[in-house]
């Protein structure tokens, strides 16, 4: 079973950075593609970026207008946040995501592997 943890949250002041990781600690399955989304309380889960190795993709949410860049490794199946010009409504609860499939995690909305979920607070 896959068991993705994710590390690197905490309270940043508006224009600040944080890096999200996420990782399979269990290195179990064989992971095509990794990507983060984020949640508000009382808002539906939103996509944030993704990779896919075998399809040589990123993508990213316009909304984020280049502040945030994702990366990661195939080899170790982990995958990496980089926040950049933090803003309050960037203010969630991140989760990584991964997939065994070939396809893009902003299409499936997300894969079979979900991590706990990780706090990113920047106040007002």
């Known amino acids: 079973q896959v068991l993705l943890v994710e590390s690197g949250g905490g309270l940043m002041q508006s224009g600040g950075s944080l890096k999200l990781s996420c990782t399979d600690s269990r290195h179990s399955a064989d992971i095509r593609g990794m990507g983060w989304f984020r949640q508000i309380p009382g808002k539906e889960r939103e996509f944030v970026a993704a990779l896919n190795w075998d399809l040589d993709s990123i993508q990213y949410s316009p909304s984020l207008n280049g502040r945030f860049i994702i990366a990661g490794h195939s080899a170790t199946q982990t995958v990496y946040l980089q926040m950049n010009n933090l803003k309050p409504e960037d203010t969630a609860v991140y989760y990584c995501?991964?997939?065994?499939?070939?396809?893009?995690?902003?299409?499936?909305?997300?894969?079979?592997?979900w991590g706990q979920g990780i706090q990113v607070t920047v106040p007002l």
């Open positions: 995501t991964a997939t065994p499939e070939a396809r893009t995690l902003l299409e499936t909305g997300g894969g079979p592997y």
